[in-house]
């Protein structure tokens, strides 16, 4: 696994994020849509200060703010319904519903079910 360092555009604290490995290109995707041995688990960076989740935590939408102030944000990072491996991705989706991308968020809590699903 590679780690770059990362500072969150929310909190500004610095972090080592993974990267997730480029999908091998013989791996042939699952009925689901996803990719072949999905490494989706990796696919969002998370700021282990503030809790914001994002593909890359160093900026974030200028709409975000108050919502990851809020007390939404904070519900949804101790949500237990939820494994902690598939949280971020609903952290980063209520995010995007927050600023109007919902079918980006629609796609991110996908995800975050496939990451359920990884983990049986």
């Given at each position: 696994?590679?780690?770059?360092?990362?500072?969150?555009g929310?909190?500004s604290?610095?972090?080592?994020?993974?990267?997730?490995?480029?999908?091998?290109?013989?791996?042939?995707?699952?009925?689901?849509t996803?990719?072949?041995?999905?490494?989706?688990?990796?696919?969002?960076?998370q700021?282990?200060?503030?809790?914001?989740?994002?593909?890359?935590?160093?900026?974030?939408?200028e709409k975000?703010?108050?919502?990851?102030?809020?007390?939404?944000?904070?519900?949804?990072?101790?949500?237990?319904?939820?494994?902690?491996e598939?949280?971020?991705?609903?952290?980063?989706?209520?995010?995007?519903?927050?600023?109007?991308?919902?079918?980006?968020?629609?796609?991110?809590?996908?995800?975050?079910?496939?990451?359920?699903?990884?983990?049986?």
């Amino acid at each position: 696994m590679i780690f770059r360092p990362v500072f969150c555009g929310f909190c500004s604290t610095k972090s080592n994020q993974s990267q997730a490995p480029a999908p091998d290109a013989s791996d042939v995707p699952d009925l689901d849509t996803r990719p072949g041995k999905s490494s989706v688990a990796n696919w969002l960076e998370q700021c282990p200060q503030c809790g914001y989740a994002a593909s890359d935590i160093s900026s974030v939408h200028e709409k975000a703010g108050p919502w990851l102030e809020g007390e939404g944000h904070r519900r949804a990072l101790t949500d237990e319904s939820a494994p902690s491996e598939a949280r971020r991705f609903l952290v980063h989706a209520l995010v995007l519903r927050e600023v109007g991308q919902l079918a980006d968020a629609g796609w991110i809590a996908l995800q975050g079910a496939w990451v359920c699903d990884d983990l049986g």
